[in-house]
């Protein structure tokens, strides 16, 4: 160990004379330089006389040296300064304690979530963005939009012309009906303050989704995807241009009228779909994507030739079917360049009934719904060791029999179990209806018995969704961001279907995924959290990380612009009225903005915790999805109420009829 070096007398006090050493007096923190803020031989007569005789003086003498001291070892003790010290302190304390507790923006049980986790940098910058009611910095920042972006953002109450005005109307449910009961909250009459807010927002949104658009049109228009950073192009959905048909119906809802026209006009000349007859397409992306987009438009716009081409594309999907019960997970344009399946995906099979029903209502042609509600008859006869919940690869014959097998909401199983509520809604609950009904609900009951898993001290208002085995019921405690979608299928469930601990682990589940954004040093969801289970509980507990949450090292960071966070606090919002999930959805949309946004478009991230980490990557699902559900969550409920439409698994709005 080096000696330790001589002090100085620079370092010294001397407690007899009180006089200090020269590098002690030229620091500003010590005790003395506090009488600087009040000179006794000021220049300014007047500047004196004011900290003589005005409101500074008594504190001035209280500050001043207090000549009964006493002298303990290296130090001079001032007990007038002390108890002053002290009761300052006491007094800060006393108010932060008080304000800590008047927040009224958040839910109690929210605030002691958060308080947990927060740190203060981001606790900060959530206040600025959550609770002021003065100007937000974000929406100041970014209330103007570049020369090249369409259309500005302006956002018109009355549409002009009888086109605009027909689709103006189809958005806010005209032609739509159901015998079901309403289940969005009954909003009041909006304060001025909040429509400006709400406003503001919305089009601040609608500016995100014309930059994007912009960069499509320029770099990839006619293609699959835009490269958001480079520019350029992908083709890796089919070549037949994925973006451009799955946000049709974003650019109606937005009410991008001229730039729809022209997307319709590609739709008619330039949508190709036997130009490589023989390719080996991808079923579900095909339906979900292209099929919804396409049927979803037409609903918002009665444009038959978008009806047409869903028409001809249900067709092409059938060759998937073969001989099987089950669609393959690829299929061809070309009849005789399909094969059959030998294993079939559960989200892949059970993905297809909403789309298939809607294009056999439109058509009249019974074969799509009979097709696709034939695979639910068949899951619904399965025999699996956790009732309910089925394994990721399923088999085309009745009563088929699960065991050990590994259970998950999240991918290649996710939609199945949204489908199964959409599908008993889009059917307005009669015919085969009750049977989806009850296979929602068993499902669900299932989730909760065995997939819950909650924090170490047993917080009932935070929870995730774990991967489960059937054998041993021990919870993987990591959960998929495409999980996340369960919190608003699970409050639809709740509403439709009066089961309350439903709508309770809805919430639960939905303030996790937004934990799990407002934790990552972007302020974006990874595409996986994991946690370390507590010791001896099968996986029912898992341990929090009280900087970060989740457990950055296991899960994987990557984010690509997914939705499902913001689809579930959409539905939320708009069941419970809740403010809340606005304030989240737009702190989401901000860290978009900063972190993700690019020259070009929006691009995703290698990793939500290192900052300029852009990866050169957008799928269509960000404008068919995420921006859409932002701009609806701020938009007036009667925008696709959720009591007209019902959306596919790519947020396509069907209608309800």
Known sequence: M???????DAFVVNVDSEAYGDNFRNNSSSPDSLSSLFPEDSKDGDSKAGI????????KRLLDRNPSKVINGRFTVNFRQFLILLVIIFTFTVLWVMSSGSTTSESTASQDIRGVFNKVKEQERMNTIYYSNDKHPELEANDTVDNDDFSAVAIEDTPVGDVAKERYERVRGKGTKTSLKKIQFDFPKESAQNRELREKRRKLVRAGMAHAW?????????????FPVLGGHNDNFNGWGATMIDSLDTLVIMGFNDEFDEALEWVKTKFDMTKNPTA?????????????????AYDLTGEKILLDKAEELGGYCLNAFGNSAFPNGRFAVEKSSNFGGTSYILAEVGTIQLEFTRLSTLTGNPVYKDKALEIFDILGTADAQLPGLLPYHVQPNKEARYNSYQASIAGMADSYYEYLLKEWILLNGEGKAPKYKAMFEEAVDSVSKY????????NENLAILGLVHSSSRIISTEMEHLGCF????LAMGAKYFDRPDDMKLAKALTEACVLSYHMSETGLGPENIRFDAVSGSNGKKFVTHPATFYNRATSRGIYILRPETVESLWI?????GDKLYQDQAWQIFTA?????RTDIAYASLKDVNELNSHDNRMESFFLAETLKYLYLIFSPPDVISLDNFVLNTEAHPLRRM
């Open 214 to 226: 912009q960069g499509y049109k320029k770099h990839a228009w006619g293609h699959d995807e835009v």
């Open 2 to 8: 080096p000696p330790s070096t001589p002090r100085t």
């Open 280 to 296: 080996q397409l991808q079923f579900f992306e095909t339906v979900i994507r292209y099929l919804g987009g396409l049927l979803s």
């Open 572 to 576: 939320l919002y708009r069941l419970t």
């Open 451 to 458: 997939m819950v898993t909650r924090p170490e001290n047993g």
């Open 486 to 489: 369960m919190g608003g299928s």
């Open 592 to 596: 978009l903005e900063k972190n993700c």
């Open 52 to 59: 003589s005789t005005g409101p500074l003086a008594g504190f």
